[in-house]
Structure formats: C-alpha cells, structure tokens
C-alpha cells in the first residue's frame, strides 16, 4: 500500500510569484484535503476535493485553488504569493462516501514554502 | 464553529514515566470524532489515536490511551512508559460529521511539544 506522497519537499518563491504543490494520495483513497500550517501552529484546513469536486472549504482567498485529477492526485495553487504565506502546506486523503463520510485523514510529509 | 484548545505548549517526561496532554474543544454537534496527531521533526502527522463521540469506553492504542469526558468536552492523551521516540508535536483534532461541505475538516488545536528525556 503506498502512502501519501507530496512534491516538492521544499520551495523559495518570490512575493507576487504563483506556485503549484502536487500530492498522491493513498491508494483507494478518493478524497483529499489541503492544509497549510504556520510554523509553531496547528494546520489549518484550507479545502476539500471529493471525487474531482471542491468539497468544503476553510477561511482562505481565492487565489488559493486547488484540482483533483480522476486518479484522485491533487494540486494545491497559490497565485500572487505573499510573505505570509511562507508555511507547511500538507495534504491529507481519505475515503469518502457518497452520503458524505469521511474516514480517517491520512497525511503527506508536507512542502515547505518559503516566500521572500 | 468547532474550535479546539490545547493548553500546555511544552511538556518534558523521563523515559519509561507517563504523562498527559490535555485537550479541551467546543462543537454545537453531537456527532464528533476527536483524534490526537503526532508530528516529529520529520513532519509527518501520524495519526496515534481515535476516539468516536458516540461511544463512552476510552480509546486505547497499546502505550496510548485517552481519558474523553464528553460533558466536560475534554480529551486528553496517556502515554505510559514514554520512550524517545516519542518525542515530538502533539496536536488534538475534531472532525464533525454532519452532512456536507466542509464539515469534514479536521480542526486542530496549537498543539503540545513533548520531549522525553533519558
């Protein structure tokens, strides 16, 4: 069974860049969900993609966007960066149902994104 | 809106002695999961323990067990015999389950460094 895996590992961008992370989620798992943790903080839950569906989502902009692909694999965007958005980002999958469960969330090792 | 509290940013334990991480969370649902997160220096967040709202036995995972006071919204984590791979971030979670949206999130709390010394 091949857990979840993230890419890249790290990442520098410059203020106003755009930037894209990439995440596998674990096999048989259809859902994932993106978090982005500041360092010495709890993760905080930026959305969810259901089946290809944006399935929730927390207090963050719009240029904050994400995909799902029909392989269940994720993208995380971010355009026009700023300084603060220098953190972890981690994704997270999950089996979902179609009534709405989800099961137990299981994590990626994370990207970390330094914005200068 | 759930919100989760973890008042206690460091904790210290001797190898082979038990400590508790405390927990407190606020949720308007009856229907909840809570789960304690481990983060080492690795930063993968490893899931150490689940426990259902619904039921009233404590859960427990070999070394790892939780004291859940569904009253008092309360949850906190046992660890007996602390060895040091143990040490690491540890963050109490909620997850809702309600129908729709983003009620699947799970939210954390600030979480708790523990360092278990030799």
């Known amino acids: 069974e091949t857990g979840v895996t993230q890419s890249p590992t790290h990442l520098i961008k410059t203020r106003g860049q755009q930037v894209t992370l990439r995440c596998s989620s674990q096999s048989g798992h259809n859902t994932v969900s993106w978090y982005q943790q500041a360092l010495g903080q709890g993760p905080q839950f930026i959305f969810q993609?259901?089946?290809?569906?944006?399935?929730g989502r927390g207090n963050f902009p719009p240029r904050f966007s994400g995909l799902q692909f029909p392989n269940y694999s994720s993208e995380l965007n971010v355009n026009a960066l700023e300084l603060d958005d220098s953190a972890l980002y981690l994704c997270?999958?999950?089996?979902?149902?179609?009534?709405?469960?989800?099961?137990?969330?299981?994590f990626g090792p994370g990207t970390r994104l330094t914005v200068t | 809106a759930q919100t989760v509290t973890q008042s206690q940013p460091e904790m210290s334990v001797q190898e082979a002695e038990t400590v508790t991480l405390s927990c407190t969370y606020d949720?308007?649902?009856?229907?909840?999961?809570l789960f304690w997160y481990k983060q080492p220096p690795s930063r993968q967040m490893i899931l150490v323990i689940r426990q259902e709202a619904y039921k009233q036995q404590n859960a427990t995972e070999n070394r790892f067990s939780v004291n859940f006071q569904k009253a008092a919204k309360s949850f906190s984590l046992k660890i007996s015999d602390s060895q040091l791979g143990d040490t690491a971030m540890y963050f109490c979670?909620?997850?809702?389950?309600?129908?729709?949206?983003?009620?699947?999130?799970?939210?954390f709390g600030k979480g708790t460094l523990l360092t278990v010394n030799p």
């Open positions: 997270a999958s999950s089996l979902g149902t179609s009534g709405g469960f989800t099961y137990e969330q299981y």
């Open positions: 949720t308007s649902e009856n229907n909840y999961y």
């Open positions: 979670a909620s997850q809702q389950l309600n129908s729709g949206g983003s009620n699947y999130k799970l939210t």
């Open positions: 993609y259901y089946r290809e569906e944006e399935n």
